[in-house]
């Protein structure tokens, strides 16, 4: 009658471990707000997604130095971008080349 029941108990256990799991992706904000990035320098892991909000009445966006990507921020909007390759990043906003931020993006364990 009790036979099921180790190979049930860890099978539970095995599902209760893995949320731990640190490949969990995760979002990043980034604030926007008096023409700037804030924080201008995050972390994160390749997976993660960085979203930026904008609190400022006229557009900007987030664009890569090398090209890579071109993320539109509308006026008082949101523009996010998943992040898929690993390394360090520059970007700035097209329209107020002042605006810069970088972010960091390590492989996942
Ligand atoms: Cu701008």
């Keep these: 009658m009790c036979r099921g029941r180790p190979l049930r108990l860890a099978w539970l256990l095995g599902l209760a471990a893995c949320p731990i799991s640190s ?10 707000k008096d023409l700037g990035f804030v924080p201008a320098q995050v972390s994160a892991r390749v997976g993660d997604t960085v979203e930026w909000v904008s609190r400022d009445f ?5 664009t890569e130095r090398d090209g890579r990507w071109d993320v ?14 690993a390394g360090a990043v520059a970007y700035y906003c097209r329209y ?4 810069i931020g970088s972010i960091s993006i390590t492989a996942p364990p």
């Design 96 to 99: 107020h080349p002042g605006m």
């Design 58 to 62: 006229v557009a900007h966006t987030a």
């Design 72 to 85: 539109a921020i509308p006026a008082e909007g949101k523009g996010r971008i998943t992040l898929t390759r």
């Design 23 to 32: 490949a969990v992706a995760e979002t990043i904000q980034i604030r926007v």
